[in-house]
């Protein structure tokens, strides 16, 4: 996905995980959220689930910005008691949404 100074240039993208036998149920079409903008960027949800991908300011333990899959209401794994992170990006402050490994 590139997003780049806050212009979101695509609204769906497809998400394919492969044979992972953890990760392939959450393969599909994701589109923009209608929830609008988490964390300076937009969140993207799977259609038909409450899965989503968005972006997290402190997405790792050294506070590193990423994007998170996640179901819930935050894409922070540090607010476990309100969502479930699924898998975290390579740290970025990027606007893009790099391959998310688990």
Same mark, same amino acid.
């Given at each position: 996905?590139?997003?780049?100074? @806050? =212009? !979101?240039?695509?609204?769906?993208?497809?998400? +394919?995980?492969?044979? +992972?036998?953890?990760?392939?149920?959450?393969?599909?079409? /994701?589109s923009a959220s209608e929830d609008g903008v988490l964390n300076?960027?937009?969140s993207y949800s799977k259609d038909g689930s409450d899965v989503?991908?968005?972006?997290?300011?402190?997405?790792?333990?050294?506070?590193? @910005?990423?994007? =998170?899959? !996640?179901?819930?209401?935050?894409?922070?794994?540090?607010? !476990? !008691? /309100?969502?479930?992170?699924?898998?975290?990006? @390579?740290? =970025?402050?990027?606007? +893009?949404?790099p391959l998310v490994d688990p």
């Amino acid at each position: 996905i590139l997003q780049s100074s @806050g =212009t !979101y240039l695509i609204q769906h993208f497809n998400v +394919d995980f492969g044979k +992972d036998p953890f990760l392939s149920v959450f393969n599909g079409c /994701y589109s923009a959220s209608e929830d609008g903008v988490l964390n300076s960027r937009l969140s993207y949800s799977k259609d038909g689930s409450d899965v989503k991908f968005g972006f997290c300011k402190k997405a790792d333990k050294s506070e590193n @910005g990423g994007w =998170t899959l !996640y179901f819930g209401s935050s894409p922070c794994p540090s607010d !476990y !008691y /309100y969502n479930e992170v699924l898998a975290v990006s @390579g740290p =970025t402050e990027s606007f +893009d949404l790099p391959l998310v490994d688990p």
